[in-house]
């Protein structure tokens, strides 16, 4: 059987023509005794027993066009089952393992408006790794992947003022072509590219290599009464690999963010896993959003400072265990976590950048 009857997301033309390579033909269809339903465990479709679905059937499809889709779908656990729709054979791809439906609606226009941008680029990835891992290994970091595209997506739609320079953007860059050595936590990119100059003129043409990397969010508990703070402390492979013989680092609580997600969300979710602290989402305060280094680094981190009651006592040992997280927290002044600042002590990042805007702006935070 070389057609398919599409329920779900496939039925978005533009993600099923991106899937399959080329474009589809397809024509409306009825698949008698099952309907759809938003899932039970997420915002996705899943066949449910009972009633009609209209859809669609694809034209008769080819070897490749046909293994893109199967790869693509069996990485999100779905597998394909033969139908009837009205005397022609087709398969259905349906969800092997679930919590089943959730009695609710799903609805393919909504799922568009707040999925589909991600999705798109997400895809991309899943289909890259074909042929190159197994499917299990690319369904084991598909959270990543859809963080990752979710992180882009993100960037895209955001503008910076410009209150100086700003006049050149991204219309201005050529990309000749973009190779992926490596996939998986984090991916690492070469760009071959030129671009426009300040002078007028065009540069040579480069190539530049990143480490693209899951957006995340900071947060440093601070206690207004007492005038101290959080920090936590754990090993951390990047100082390992430059050769530093400390590469347990202090740092303020942080985690990636998750594909759906708000910066704030991760934020006070990181806060009870990493601190075990729990505060409203009013007790957060924005410090800054920025690229730590955006010369090899692909990654935009969001910092806060959140409002918290630290008596003595409320540090100790925490993080997942399934995610191997071995982390310490200590309870410190303001004035000793400036000081070390400018001993080094304080060698991460958005700990230093965090510190410093709470020693600018503590007083308005007690008052």
């Not at 347990?248 to 990636?256: C, H, N, Q, R, S």
């Amino acid at each position: 059987m070389s057609r398919l009857f599409l329920f779900g997301t496939l039925r978005w033309q533009t993600l099923l023509d991106h899937v399959a390579g080329q474009a589809v033909a397809c024509s409306p269809a009825v698949l008698d005794g099952w309907h759809v339903e938003r899932a039970a465990a997420g915002d996705w479709p899943i066949l449910v027993s009972g009633g009609q679905v209209t859809g669609l059937l694809t034209e008769p499809l080819g070897d490749e066009v046909r293994a893109r889709l199967d790869w693509y779908e069996r990485v999100f656990g779905h597998v394909a089952e033969a139908v009837d729709i009205a005397g022609t054979p087709a398969l259905v791809y349906r969800e092997a393992d679930g919590d089943g439906g959730s009695g609710e609606a799903w609805s393919l226009e909504d799922w568009i408006a707040v999925h589909g941008a991600r999705t798109l680029l997400a895809a991309d990835e899943v289909l890259r790794a074909r042929g190159v891992v197994t499917e299990g290994e690319i369904a084991a970091r598909r959270a990543v992947v859809q963080a990752r595209a979710h992180g882009i997506d993100a960037a895209r739609k955001r503008r910076r003022p410009a209150t100086i320079g700003g006049d050149l953007t991204s219309d201005d860059i050529a990309v000749h072509r973009t190779v992926y050595p490596y996939e998986g936590f984090h991916r690492v990119e070469e760009w071959h590219l030129d671009h426009a100059c300040f002078d007028g003129s065009r540069s040579p043409r480069l190539q530049r290599a990143i480490s693209h990397v899951t957006d995340a969010a900071t947060v440093l508990p601070y206690d207004p009464v007492r005038d101290r703070v959080m920090v936590v402390e754990q090993v951390r492979i990047g100082a390992l690999a430059k050769g530093d013989p400390q590469p347990w680092l202090i740092e303020p609580v942080a985690g990636l963010i998750d594909a759906g997600e708000t910066p704030e969300t991760t934020a006070l979710r990181e806060l009870e896993e990493e601190a075990g602290l729990h505060a409203a989402p009013d007790a957060l305060r924005f410090v800054s959003r920025y690229y730590p280094s955006p010369g090899g680094l692909a990654q935009v981190l969001h910092s806060f400072v959140a409002l918290c009651d630290l008596p003595d006592g409320a540090a100790g040992l925490g993080g997942l265990d399934t995610e191997a997280e071995d982390i310490r927290a200590h309870l410190v002044s303001l004035d000793a976590l400036i000081d070390m600042i400018a001993t080094g002590e304080a060698a991460n990042a958005p700990l230093v950048i965090s510190a410093q805007w709470l020693a600018l702006n503590k007083g308005r935070l007690c008052g």
